[in-house]
């Protein structure tokens, strides 16, 4: 029995250091111009300069969008996702009701790229929407 948990214990210690979206990242992922306000983890940013960064080297999944003069920033979770771009261009992703925009994905050239689970606010607004969101991709200024 003690075994069997110190082998659980190794094993989710294990997972700790498991590539994931943000494990292909520089600390500093993407910096972008966003010309359009937009909303991440039911936050709405202005439009602006904005960068993205890894919150922490232990959970990778854990990122942060700071605008450039540090006036906003959001700390959301992500998820791998495995849609790399065949470019050198990195790219993010929203998804677009009506008005509303929304991240939705970072993607980066021949790597995984994080994708985020829609807000509560994404989903109310895609109610009131009869139509599928419409993808708006921005790319950002470059990788750091």
Do not use: C, W
């Not at 111009?33 to 602006?48: C, D, M, Y």
């Not at 960064?53 to 959301?76: K, N, Y």
């Not at 677009?96 to 829609?118: C, D, K, Q, W």
Request: no cysteine.
């Amino acid at each position: 029995m003690l075994r069997t948990l110190s082998l659980a214990a190794l094993g989710v210690g294990l997972a700790a250091f498991a590539p994931s979206p943000a494990a292909a990242f520089a600390p500093d992922l993407v910096t972008a111009h966003i010309p359009f306000a937009f909303s991440v983890h039911n936050v709405t940013l202005p439009a602006g300069d904005y960068e993205i960064l890894g919150v922490s080297d232990v959970d990778r999944d854990a990122l942060e969008i700071r605008s450039a003069d540090g006036r906003h920033a959001v700390v959301f979770l992500s998820h791998e996702s495995r849609a790399g771009l065949p470019g050198t261009t990195p790219e993010l992703v929203f998804d677009r009701y009506g008005s509303l925009m929304f991240l939705h994905a970072i993607r980066l050239p021949e790597e995984s790229g994080a994708a985020l689970n829609p807000s509560r606010s994404e989903l109310q607004a895609a109610r009131s929407v009869s139509s599928s969101p419409s993808p708006q991709s921005v790319t950002p200024k470059g990788t750091n």
